[in-house]
């Protein structure tokens, strides 16, 4: 009876004398579908309806998955982030209705237009010598990717002896390659801490149904690690494989990646890889499927509050990219690749784009430095000029850099055709801005361009920009075209802005009362 309520482990069996044969019995999850009032935040809640779970519910895969089998952790886990797990590499086409729409959120993947996805791990198209050169400012790299044997399902279905089974395979091959092999189940305290500390360490996997007993789930699990924990082997935790190469001490972002790589060729000489040619390497989690490459660099600068001022322009940056940046400290980043899969992207594209967000890093620090080292400080009392403002040590504002004397004897006394001096326009500076400078009207440019000029330099990654001849739609033409974009591209989230000031008027950080009064009177007849 508690063999059949899956209950009972393969040990208890063999102590017992007691064998089985055939398929291991597998319940079915019960399990509904989300409905609005729900407390989940995840994808699966704002794609689920009864009328997919109608669509859906009742196909298998191959090997007997359904979609209960997939979906059960993300209803028995209402936070996580999607809600859904792929049971087997077939779940991706029994159910792609559900599926698709999550990888268009994803990687705006799109069935119709995407192509062969291709791999390669040669990383010698590259010069590396930049980041070899700023290597002490990397604190610590971890590289990681994962892979399933095909003619297996994932593991919402698999069973114990599958488990076993692939451990056995894959230990076989990798055996040589780790000092130590300890079942997860007997992994010690001391053991536990020093792979957490490296974020190696994982009690079960939430894709594992949560019926699941431990001890259960933990058959054929095992983990195989180096004596100084760098290289670590996952076997059957969330994928069948999963390798990471980590490395605190002198970490070399191209070292470590050949490293990986060399681990993920040889498993495919000796597995055929559960694979798609349009999708790449299937996982179990949407999340990695592609290259299933993972990368994270800790990058520690010299500066800390400086960068701040090119910190959300970096942000957008690596974003492009597929790679999320985060400040974890005044002078500490954090990056990671968030997005595995990208369309004609291989492994080696993924790896050249985290190196190149990492130097575009490392160079905003030394033009900071730089322009610190060419700043004025204004202690010398032939250095300070009557009216000419003086800035806090702490002040963070980009401006501060550039108002020197020789820039306060240039532009100091001009006046804007508004009646706007340079002091008027320094206001923000005092106030904690990260620039520190707003122009009051469209003369402030001209009239104060050399310090506007600077200002761009630093912000801007290409100024000056290339000159491009723009027309102004109307607003009547602005709204037609939105219209038009949402009929041909439903938008899921998120807002389109238009904005712009009128050319005669002075912009709102330096009207008085009488003139804004005015600018609405205007704006409201060119927009009726």
Not at 441 to 461: N, P, Y
């Given at each position: 009876i508690?063999?059949?309520?899956?209950?009972?482990?393969?040990?208890?069996?063999?102590?017992?004398?007691?064998?089985?044969?055939?398929h291991e019995?597998?319940?079915?999850?019960k399990?509904?579908p989300?409905k609005?009032?729900?407390?989940?935040?995840s994808?699966?809640?704002?794609?689920?309806n009864?009328a997919?779970?109608?669509?859906?519910?009742?196909i298998?895969?191959?090997?007997?998955?359904m979609?209960?089998?997939?979906?059960?952790a993300?209803?028995?886990?209402?936070d996580?982030?999607?809600?859904l797990?792929?049971?087997?590499?077939?779940?991706?086409?029994?159910f792609?209705?559900l599926?698709?729409?999550?990888l268009k959120?994803?990687?705006r993947?799109d069935?119709?237009t995407?192509?062969?996805?291709?791999?390669?791990?040669?990383?010698?198209?590259?010069d590396?010598?930049k980041?070899?050169?700023?290597?002490?400012?990397?604190?610590?790299?971890?590289v990681?990717?994962?892979?399933?044997?095909?003619g297996?399902?994932?593991h919402?279905?698999?069973?114990?002896?599958?488990?076993c089974?692939?451990?056995?395979?894959?230990?076989?091959?990798?055996?040589?390659?780790y000092d130590?092999?300890v079942p997860?189940?007997?992994v010690?305290?001391?053991?536990?801490k020093?792979?957490?500390s490296?974020?190696?360490?994982?009690?079960r996997?939430?894709?594992?149904?949560?019926m699941?007993?431990?001890?259960?789930?933990a058959e054929?699990?095992?983990?195989?690690?180096?004596?100084?924990?760098?290289?670590?082997?996952?076997?059957?935790?969330?994928?069948?494989?999963?390798?990471f190469?980590t490395?605190?001490?002198?970490?070399?972002?191209?070292?470590?990646?050949?490293?990986?790589?060399?681990?993920a060729?040889l498993?495919?000489s000796?597995?055929k890889?559960c694979?798609?040619?349009?999708?790449g390497?299937?996982?179990?989690?949407?999340a990695s499927?592609g290259?299933?490459l993972?990368?994270?660099?800790?990058v520690?600068l010299?500066?800390s509050s400086?960068?701040?001022?090119k910190?959300?322009?970096?942000?957008?940056?690596?974003?492009?990219?597929?790679i999320?940046?985060k400040?974890?400290s005044?002078?500490?980043?954090?990056?990671?690749?968030?997005?595995?899969f990208?369309q004609?992207?291989t492994?080696?594209?993924?790896?050249?784009?985290?190196a190149?967000?990492?130097?575009?890093?490392l160079?905003?620090e030394?033009?900071?430095?730089?322009?610190?080292?060419q700043a004025?400080?204004h202690?010398?009392?032939d250095?300070?000029?009557?009216?000419?403002?003086?800035?806090?040590?702490?002040?963070?504002?980009?401006?501060?850099?550039?108002?020197?004397?020789?820039?306060?004897l240039?532009?100091?006394?001009i006046?804007?055709?508004?009646?706007?001096?340079?002091?008027d326009c320094?206001g923000p500076?005092?106030?904690?801005h990260e620039i520190g400078?707003?122009?009051?009207?469209?003369?402030?440019?001209?009239k104060?361009?050399g310090l506007?000029?600077?200002?761009?330099k630093?912000?801007?990654?290409e100024?000056?920009?290339?000159?491009?001849k723009?027309?102004?739609?109307?607003?009547k033409?602005?709204?037609?075209?939105?219209k038009?974009?949402e009929?041909a591209?439903?938008?899921?989230?998120?807002?389109?802005?238009?904005?712009?000031?009128?050319?005669d008027?002075?912009?709102?950080?330096?009207?008085?009362?009488?003139?804004?009064?005015?600018?609405?009177?205007s704006?409201?007849?060119?927009?009726?």
């Amino acid at each position: 009876i508690r063999y059949l309520a899956g209950l009972c482990t393969t040990e208890e069996l063999a102590e017992n004398e007691i064998s089985i044969a055939g398929h291991e019995p597998r319940r079915l999850p019960k399990v509904k579908p989300p409905k609005p009032t729900d407390s989940l935040s995840s994808y699966l809640k704002k794609v689920l309806n009864d009328a997919l779970w109608k669509e859906l519910g009742g196909i298998k895969t191959k090997y007997d998955g359904m979609l209960a089998n997939c979906i059960v952790a993300g209803i028995e886990n209402p936070d996580l982030e999607i809600g859904l797990f792929a049971c087997d590499g077939y779940a991706y086409f029994q159910f792609k209705s559900l599926m698709n729409p999550l990888l268009k959120e994803l990687f705006r993947y799109d069935e119709k237009t995407a192509g062969t996805f291709k791999h390669n791990y040669d990383l010698s198209n590259y010069d590396w010598s930049k980041l070899e050169s700023l290597s002490h400012c990397i604190k610590n790299v971890q590289v990681t990717t994962s892979r399933n044997i095909d003619g297996y399902p994932f593991h919402p279905i698999l069973t114990s002896t599958q488990k076993c089974e692939i451990e056995k395979k894959v230990t076989a091959v990798f055996t040589e390659d780790y000092d130590n092999k300890v079942p997860i189940s007997k992994v010690s305290e001391e053991e536990k801490k020093k792979l957490s500390s490296r974020g190696l360490f994982f009690e079960r996997h939430l894709s594992v149904e949560s019926m699941i007993p431990y001890g259960k789930w933990a058959e054929g699990c095992d983990i195989c690690y180096s004596k100084d924990f760098q290289n670590v082997m996952w076997i059957n935790a969330e994928e069948h494989v999963q390798f990471f190469v980590t490395q605190r001490e002198s970490p070399n972002l191209r070292r470590e990646c050949e490293k990986l790589f060399s681990k993920a060729k040889l498993f495919e000489s000796k597995f055929k890889p559960c694979h798609d040619i349009k999708l790449g390497f299937l996982t179990c989690n949407p999340a990695s499927i592609g290259t299933a490459l993972k990368l994270k660099a800790t990058v520690q600068l010299q500066k800390s509050s400086d960068l701040q001022i090119k910190y959300e322009l970096m942000k957008t940056y690596c974003a492009k990219e597929g790679i999320e940046l985060k400040r974890s400290s005044p002078n500490t980043y954090d990056l990671e690749l968030q997005k595995p899969f990208q369309q004609g992207k291989t492994e080696s594209d993924l790896v050249f784009q985290f190196a190149n967000c990492i130097e575009e890093l490392l160079k905003a620090e030394e033009m900071i430095i730089s322009a610190e080292s060419q700043a004025v400080k204004h202690k010398p009392q032939d250095e300070i000029i009557p009216g000419m403002p003086i800035f806090d040590a702490t002040n963070p504002s980009l401006i501060k850099r550039f108002i020197t004397k020789d820039n306060w004897l240039k532009f100091g006394n001009i006046t804007s055709s508004f009646g706007h001096t340079l002091k008027d326009c320094l206001g923000p500076a005092f106030e904690s801005h990260e620039i520190g400078i707003m122009a009051h009207d469209a003369d402030c440019f001209s009239k104060f361009e050399g310090l506007f000029t600077s200002i761009a330099k630093h912000v801007f990654k290409e100024f000056p920009f290339k000159p491009i001849k723009i027309t102004p739609p109307s607003i009547k033409e602005f709204v037609a075209s939105l219209k038009k974009y949402e009929t041909a591209t439903p938008i899921i989230g998120g807002y389109l802005l238009w904005q712009g000031n009128k050319k005669d008027f002075p912009y709102p950080s330096g009207s008085d009362k009488k003139q804004l009064e005015e600018t609405l009177k205007s704006c409201i007849s060119t927009l009726d």
